[in-house]
């Protein structure tokens, strides 16, 4: 009946198709990116009010949330491009697991930038060995050992495979490397400071941070879809379908 | 052709990996020479009063022989991968991740048994208490197989690359985060004289996962890394 989607996805699949399916999207994703994210930063910076107890330093987690579930949210589509990638060697599931990386390395530094300048005026602290800012930590790692695995093969396939692998022993870990350092900061009773948690959060607070998480996304997207594009290009660079988007740009 | 049975290969790979070490014995002796320079150094670094060395002990000794172990991987498959007998192992009838738990346990006896041998003597020069000895060489000795057995993946995955020593250090480390944990919290635990069994039945459930599975994800690892 509805086999117009497996189709569909299966067309989606090949390279060039998704060359012209990605560029025609890309400018609205990050259009829409761009303006999301603006009325995220004026709701969170400006409107909403200031926190009764840490006045305005609470405004960083409007960066500081959505990038932290922007690096776990990023590592699974890499984890599950990854498995499509090794499974049925698909080539844009390897470009898309590789160029993944990059972006959530970026988010992952960003949480934790923005997280060390929020702790600085609130715990006293750049870093404290709390369990989720290790667990991330880990993460960022997790990230450049991929990018870097990805790097050192001369042969970029052979290298995306190689590191989907690495992504796919990763994401295995993720969970033990989070319920072994809650266990190691529990045992060592280490600073009673807790991240601030945003189960009860105001209305006015609650749809920048959900806005900018949207926001987020589409960035994410947008930017994805741009190194897709770059990186099938380079891939593909000896196909008939290179040649006449390379003629059509000399043209005009 | 004739399909040689399990049992022998594996007893014949073993022994091949254990000569090959020992003809060079200088090999296997610098990962240790690496774990005593690097114990001895803390002393220097962080001043000679026993109380402070009598608490650090079983981290710096954990976290020192891991180092040592690190430095010893690389080398893991490099000369089999130079002179192709890695790739005739590949081609062998027996099953690849059986013949590479082989060489796994070849290497783990080669590098990180004589680092076992010569923890209770670097716990010693940092004072830790004898009585803390045995729970130390009972966590080393279900942590250092586990370190092996997934730093082989991770050396199986790089074995396509040029030199890639650091690249290592960096994937290595997320994997060795609760190895480090649970290891060193059995030592702190019986130093402390609380019961220390439980971090130590978490190394053990982890090293009985591992001993399955990282040689089967050895082999898919080397299977990618070598297919050019």
Redesign the interface.
């Known amino acids: 009946m509805a086999n117009w989607i497996p189709l569909w996805l299966h067309k989606l699949g090949s390279p060039p198709i998704f060359y012209r399916f990605a560029g025609t999207l890309r400018p609205w994703a990050l259009a829409l990116a761009l303006l999301l994210g603006a009325a995220a930063l004026y709701g969170g910076l400006v409107l909403a009010p200031a926190d009764y107890q840490q006045g305005d330093a609470y405004r960083i987690i409007f960066i500081h949330v959505p990038s932290a579930w922007m690096s776990l949210f990023v590592y699974g589509v890499m984890a599950v491009a990854s498995f499509i990638a ?1 499974v049925w060697r698909i080539k844009l599931a390897e470009v898309v697991a590789m160029e993944s990386a990059p972006i959530g390395a970026a988010f992952t530094f960003i949480t934790l930038v923005t997280g060390s300048l929020w702790g600085k005026p609130m715990w006293g602290t750049w870093w404290t060995w709390d369990a989720r800012l ?1 667990s991330e930590l ?2 960022l ?2 990230y ?2 991929v990018i ?2 990805y790097h ?2 001369e ?1 970029r396939r ?1 290298g995306a ?2 590191a989907a ?2 992504a796919i ?2 994401i295995i ?1 993720v969970p ?2 989070h ?3 809650n ?2 900061n529990t ?1 060592h009773q280490g600073s009673t400071v807790r991240i601030l948690g945003p189960s009860k959060m105001s209305g006015d607070m609650l749809w920048p941070l959900l806005t900018m998480m949207a926001a987020t996304k589409f960035y994410y997207i947008a930017s994805l879809f741009g190194r897709v594009r770059t990186d099938l290009l380079a891939m593909e660079s000896g196909k008939d379908w290179v040649r006449q988007i390379a003629e059509e740009e000399a043209k005009s | 052709m004739s399909q040689a049975p399990l049992a022998p290969a594996c007893a014949a790979l073993l022994r091949r990996d254990l000569t090959l070490a020992w003809r060079r014995r200088g090999d296997i002796a610098m990962p240790v020479l690496y774990a005593l320079i690097v114990v001895t150094l803390f002393p220097f670094a962080l001043g000679p009063e026993d109380a402070l060395l009598q608490r650090i002990a079983g981290g710096v000794v954990l976290v020192t022989v891991l180092l040592a172990m690190l430095l010893a991987l690389d080398a893991m498959f490099r000369s089999d991968i130079e002179d192709g007998s890695l790739e005739q192992l590949v081609l062998a009838p027996q099953p690849l991740a059986l013949m590479l738990g082989m060489k796994i346990l070849a290497h783990w006896l080669t590098t990180a048994l004589p680092l076992i041998v010569i923890a209770p003597l670097l716990a010693g020069m940092l004072h830790l208490p004898a009585a803390v000895m045995p729970v130390m060489l009972l966590a080393l000795l279900l942590a250092t197989p586990l370190l092996s057995l997934l730093g082989a ?2 050396v199986a ?2 074995a ?3 030199r ?1 020593g650091m ?1 290592l250090a ?2 290595l ?3 060795c ?2 190895v480090v ?2 290891a060193a ?1 059995a030592v ?2 019986a130093q402390q004289g609380l019961p220390w069994l439980a971090p130590i039945a978490w190394l053990g459930a982890a090293l009985a996962l591992a001993l399955v599975l990282a040689p089967l ?1 050895c082999a ?2 080397l299977r ?2 070598l ?2």
């Open positions: 090794l290790t880990v993460l790692f997790l450049l050992g870097g695995l050192s093969f042969d052979q495979r190689a692998f690495l022993i990763g870990n033990i490397v319920f072994s350092v266990w190691w045992l | 993946i991770l995955l790089t396509g690359t040029r890639s690249l960096l994937m480390l997320p994997l985060v609760p944990i649970f919290g702190a635990a994800a898919a690892a990618i890394a297919d050019a």
